[in-house]
């Protein structure tokens, strides 16, 4: 039964009579000690000294409020090592392999040598401001990390360490990447970089122009996946790194799907895979100790196994070759994922669906579709103009 201890005073019984009496402890120390059985039934203590015995009753009450309420945080908890508590909390992290790997080292690198020795209590908001303010990182993986970091503190809150997560304070300006606009390739850029990459890299480029492939999912296309007669592909899979490793997986947020096979994308398909015929390559599945599975990859490297994006991404004949010898405005995103802008701006410019444009890409959400590549529809005030000017006529 939860309740405040004299410390300095006992009561005894001499010949029937009650007495109080003064203990061994009498005059040292705090003199009040409140003793409660917290919620998971361990015996907890805290101390006051002398004169504090309202202070005492106070925090009793309190404790048997937040027992009742479920409210109640374990004083001892806060005091968790803050790099320790991250530590752990990257251990149960649910997601693939890749992201798990990603977000630890991102945290392992910025956020845990960083926070290691101080308690998770003592991480305020002002001790986020200031770390933010010393990251020398891009504002966008800035922003990034923080959704990591908020997501540990939180799951602090659930365990009942902390009573609020310090990230989400009203005074702290959050980091967020800068809202930028595509600016897609034109022809003349895609055909540039496709002239100078190797002749077995060529193909690529129509590729994910014509159908709006990551490069992961352009690397993990099989012979199997494509339908000619039916004029589709069938995306189902990428070829992933875990660290330098290659394993086949999923598409990004699992989105498996079919895609209009464009007529030149077919013939530079089927003109590549003439020249290089596809290889059947075997890789882990989703995971480095996933089973082993086997498919005919259209585009391999001269050894003949899956292409590895980092050597794809600087290898001579390969992509940066390509890039570097091609004019480029100065606005405009050099990276594999220039592929797929153009794909999408095409798509708008000549009257395509946001909504079908969503499914092609692999968007779970249309409305994030539209805030990437919305500004690229073109004519939407003349059109507007003229569809209110035709109705107030009629």
């Known amino acids: 039964m939860a309740h405040v201890e004299d410390r300095w005073w006992k009561v005894v019984y001499e010949a029937g009579k009650r007495k109080r009496v ?130 540990m503190f ?41 002239s100078k990459l190797a002749g077995h890299y060529q193909a690529m480029v129509p590729t994910g122009a014509g159908c709006g492939f ?7 296309l099989a012979v199997e996946d494509i339908r000619f007669e039916a004029e589709e592909i069938d995306l189902r899979r990428q070829v992933k790194l875990l660290g330098s490793k290659r394993i086949f997986a999923p598409p990004k947020r699992d989105s498996v799907r079919t895609v209009p096979l464009p007529r030149f994308v077919a013939a530079a398909l089927k003109e590549h895979m003439e020249r290089f015929p596809p290889q059947e390559v075997m890789l882990p599945w989703g995971e480095l100790d996933g089973e082993e599975v086997t498919f005919r990859l259209v585009f391999t490297n001269l050894r003949k196994a899956a292409i590895h994006r980092s050597t794809f991404m600087t290898n001579p004949g390969a992509w940066k070759k390509g890039i570097v010898n091609t004019a480029f405005g100065p606005d405009q995103d ?39 590549y919305g500004h690229l529809m073109p004519n939407s005030r003349g059109r507007g103009r003229q569809l209110l000017d035709d109705a107030w006529g009629a």
């Not at 490069?215 to 993990?220: C, D, K, L």
């Not at 444009?357 to 249309?366: E, M, S």
Request: glycine share 10%.
């Open 154 to 194: 939180e799951a602090a809150v659930d365990d009942r360490l902390i009573r609020s997560n310090p990230c989400q304070a009203k005074s702290l300006k959050k980091p967020r990447a800068a809202n930028r606009l595509v600016v897609p390739w034109n022809r003349e850029q895609l055909s540039s970089v496709q």
């Open 214 to 220: 990551r490069i992961g999912e352009i690397f993990g």
């Open 334 to 372: 050099t990276g594999t994922h220039a592929l797929r802008h153009f794909y999408a701006s095409m798509f708008l410019e000549n009257g395509g669906n946001i909504r079908a444009l969503a499914d092609f890409l692999g968007h779970k959400d249309p409305g994030f579709t539209l805030r990437v």
């Open 22 to 151: 003064k203990t061994a402890r009498h005059g040292i120390g705090n003199r009040y000690r409140v003793r409660y059985i917290d919620p998971q039934g361990a015996e907890r203590s805290k101390s006051f000294p002398d004169g504090k015995k309202e202070d005492a009753k106070d925090f009793l009450n309190s404790i048997e409020i937040e027992v009742k309420a479920g409210t109640y945080i374990d004083p001892e908890g806060g005091k968790t090592d803050t790099g320790a508590f991250a530590k752990e909390w990257l251990k149960g992290l649910g997601g693939d392999s890749a992201t798990k790997e990603q977000v630890n080292r991102r945290m392992g690198k910025h956020f845990i040598p960083y926070f290691t020795g101080r308690p998770l209590e003592a991480c305020l908001t002002s001790t986020i401001r200031s770390w933010l303010a010393n990251l020398d990182l891009e504002e966008s993986t800035k922003a990034v990390l923080f959704i990591y970091v908020n997501s």
